[in-house]
């Protein structure tokens, strides 16, 4: 049981919600926070409540003119620079990314080349072109649906609207 010096009033409640009310106003006005930097991506980002959100999944490179797909490096640089298209061409950006997730095969000489996603992948991100960076999973696998495909990747993107 909880004992009060002075009795309550309507006023001193008033106040102390007020108070209480003020301080989640402030903690509402958040901004999405990135924490646990990485030279590549970040460990922990905290999306606010309210944020929006757009998920881009299944996307992997495009055959090219000779009817190779690329190194993993080639693919990775596709497959992102895809991403942007779509995102701009919805009023978002390479900055609003807060996921990435990619699924990888070996190549052809059975070798899973991790340098060419991360030389591809640096590109679009902690660079001048996009500081920011997203957390990040990338998951070797046996196969994926497309032949010659080394990478799939899917992102998710967050904001917080004006």
């Known amino acids: 049981m909880i004992k009060f010096k002075k009795p309550l009033t309507a006023i001193s409640i008033a106040a102390s919600l007020a108070v209480v009310l003020g301080i989640a106003a402030v903690s509402s006005a958040a901004e999405i926070v990135r924490t646990g930097e990485g ?7 905290m999306i606010p409540a309210g944020a929006e959100t757009l998920y881009l999944s ?9 009817g190779t797909w690329g190194d993993m490096e080639q693919q990775t640089i596709d497959t992102f620079g895809r991403f942007q298209e779509t995102l701009e061409a919805q009023g978002w950006s390479l900055e609003d990314i807060v996921q990435v997730r990619a699924f990888a095969v070996s190549g052809a000489d059975g070798e899973l080349d ?9 590109q679009f991100f902690g660079s001048e072109k996009n500081a920011m960076k997203p957390v990040r999973s990338f998951v070797e696998i046996a196969g994926l649906v497309v032949p010659g495909w080394l990478i799939e990747i899917e992102i998710r993107a967050a904001r917080v609207p004006d």
Not at 39 to 45: E, K, V
Not at 58 to 66: F, V
């Open 39 to 45: 030279r590549n991506f970040y460990n922990n980002i």
């Open 114 to 122: 991790f340098a060419g996603f991360n030389a591809g992948y640096q």
């Open 58 to 66: 299944g996307s992997g490179a495009q055959e090219q003119a000779d």
